[in-house]
């Protein structure tokens, strides 16, 4: 990936934040201020974990606002894709979230950018695939952190209920966190993202499965704290009301704001148990139109993966809208006001699998191509010049220009064969 390139040990990094000496944890690549135009925020170096960022903040009784499903990942990491979760919809991406940053160029400068100063290198890093400039600080918002959170699972056997229910909770004022995901026979009912069913529901669940083979989960979240809790079941029950659902198969759980945010985890130690989590991942992750989701989920959920049946690992499936996201940032998305985030997060046993899965995978998107769906894959992988060019449709010349003007030498990134 890096041939004829750099590698850089986003760890040292750490090493140069001890000026922000205002932190009393110790932690000098997490601090926290507070700004009369801003708000709170806080400026986090570009190498940092976001479940250490998470951990920091609450120290001051404050929370980012937009998240990945999974926090061991580095704050420079996620803001060069874009970061996206349940909250998306609410609040945006991770990349929609951020004041300010500091960027080492392809060129060697050591650059402060924000929307109203050098905006050109703000805009191009943030979802720009580290095309751009290395990420060492970013000025992070942040929002005051609830304690607790209700989060509901609710099961469906018609996909048009699914997503007409998700499209309807996005829309309204209320919910926190929205997702979905798909249940197959096959697959285990308790994935790695999350231990969530009790083994009496497990049961009851795979009863229904038995006989359905495939099935859809809506996951949403309502945060809530002690100056809340004597009506957030109130509200929750509200905003339940006139979803479509199967009757008896909404799930409850009460949990800490800490615990559902890091709900991974627990998943992941798991697998490390069992040497299953460094395995290969042959994942694919895609952004589908509103429009073309009825028809996505006929040819691919249940013909190919169905059909197939060679799923093994959690596959999501969750709108989000267009107007929380920023244009002019590198981040590619399509047109459409509304539109889903589909992830095939597969794990392989080994070569032959990981074969299988990849694939696939290059089913799905052959498909998706033939039919003129005008998906756009999120975290993208291309062999050739064209298909970035593709892939990036009408950012294409802007995108070229500004890796001209801040990486002339092409030195940051060539692994993925943009320009190289």
Known sequence: MAQNGVIVEMKSLNNNNNNNNNNNNGNYGIRVSWDSELGFYADVGGEQLWIDVLRTTLEYGLAPVSWTDYLYLTVGGTL??????????????????????????????????????????????????????????????????????????????????????????????????????????????????????????????????????????????????????????????????????????????????????????????ELQSKGMW??????????????????????????????????????????????????????????EDTFYCVGFLHSSSGHDECKILDNQNEEILKYCDNVGLNIKQYLPHYKTREDWIKHFGKKWNIFQQRKNQFDPKKILSPGQRIFN
């Open 278 to 335: 460094d395995v290969p991942h042959p994942w694919l992750n895609l952004f589908v139109p509103k429009s073309s989701i009825t028809d996505f989920n006929v040819a691919v959920f249940v013909d190919i993966i169905l059909r197939q049946n060679k799923a093994n690992g959690p596959i999501l499936v969750y709108p989000t809208c267009r107007k929380k996201w920023d244009d002019r940032m590198s981040a590619v998305i399509p047109e």
């Open 80 to 269: 060069s894709n874009a970061g996206i979760s349940g909250q998306t919809f609410r609040h945006g991406p991770q990349i929609s979230n951020v004041h300010e940053m500091e960027v080492i160029t392809g060129k060697g400068e050591f650059v402060t950018c924000s929307k109203d100063m050098n905006s050109e290198l703000f805009f191009a890093v943030l979802g720009g695939l580290g095309q751009f400039g290395i990420i060492t600080r970013a000025r992070i918002v942040l929002d005051k952190a609830p304690t607790r959170v209700k989060w509901v699972r609710l099961l469906y056997d018609d996909f048009s209920k699914f997503t007409k229910d998700q499209e309807h909770l996005i829309s309204i004022d209320g919910l926190d966190y929205v997702e979905g995901s798909l249940m197959l026979e096959q697959s285990s009912l308790n994935n790695w993202r999350s231990s969530f069913f009790s083994p009496s529901n497990q049961t009851k669940i795979a009863s229904l499965l038995s006989q359905n083979k495939i099935m859809y989960c809506l996951e949403m979240v309502k945060y809530y704290d002690d100056h809340t809790s004597n009506t957030i079941d109130e509200e929750l029950k509200k905003l339940a009301k006139g979803l479509k659902y199967l009757g008896g198969f909404m799930f409850k759980k009460d949990a800490t704001f800490v615990e559902f945010l890091n709900r991974v985890r627990s998943g992941e130690l």
